[in-house]
């Protein structure tokens, strides 16, 4: 009888809790780039919409090992409109190993400019990848994998990465800073 009394007290409390609802917004500044913020926009934003999301019912976190990874050493990774195999391959490498990423575009003449700046070279090459510090132009998945294995990445994963991304388009917000 306890049990049954116990069992109703947890289904009550679990019908009464609330639950946790994340508000973000989407704008653009006044160059034209867009952001996706948790804290509301200023007021010279244009195009702002605002969305309520409400978390899944079942979430699964990242493991420690992951979540030092991705404090310690988070991986970005550049993509231009001209490696359409190449972009496709690195992103199935990062799908694959579940790593969580921010991606940029290098599409225009300044952020080619960052880019070859951060790298340190004259030419850029893209795919690219940094993990920290540590970086690599060019694709190659045993290189790609051991730059991931260094920064602590597991080869499995359980972190959601993000959507893959059309290898053509628009550049990624903030592609030129650096």
């Known amino acids: 009888m306890k049990l049954h009394r116990l069992i109703c007290i947890v289904l009550a409390g679990?019908?009464?809790?609330?639950t946790a609802v994340?508000?973000?917004?989407?704008w653009k500044d006044a160059q034209g780039r867009t952001h996706y913020t948790d804290t509301p926009p200023p007021p010279d934003a244009r195009s702002v919409t605002e969305k309520k999301l409400q978390p899944s019912v079942v979430e699964q976190g990242a493991s420690y090992a992951?979540?030092?990874a991705m404090k310690n050493a988070p991986v970005t990774v550049w993509f231009g409109n001209e490696?359409?195999?190449?972009?496709?391959?690195?992103?199935?490498l990062l799908r694959d190993r579940a790593i969580a990423y921010t991606e940029?575009?290098?599409?225009?003449?300044?952020?080619?400019a960052a880019f070859t700046a951060?790298?340190?070279v004259k030419e850029a090459r893209v795919p690219a990848i940094a993990a920290g510090a540590d970086q690599l132009m060019?694709?190659?998945?045993?290189a790609w994998n051991r730059l991931l294995d260094r920064a602590g990445y597991p080869a499995k994963?359980?972190?959601?990465?993000p959507a893959p991304k059309p290898v053509t388009g628009e550049p990624a917000d903030g592609a030129a800073k650096q």
């Not at 679990?14 to 609330?18: I, P, R, T, W």
């Not at 994340?22 to 989407?26: D, S, V």
């Not at 490696?83 to 199935?92: H, P």
């Not at 060019?138 to 045993?142: E, F, I, T």
């Open 66 to 68: 992951e979540r030092e």
């Open 157 to 161: 994963g359980s972190a959601k990465p």
């Open 83 to 92: 490696c359409d195999k190449l972009c496709e391959s690195a992103q199935a």
């Open 118 to 120: 951060r790298f340190k």
């Open 22 to 26: 994340a508000q973000t917004y989407k």
């Open 104 to 112: 940029q575009r290098i599409t225009t003449e300044e952020q080619k």
């Open 14 to 18: 679990a019908l009464c809790a609330g």
């Open 138 to 142: 060019g694709y190659s998945a045993d």
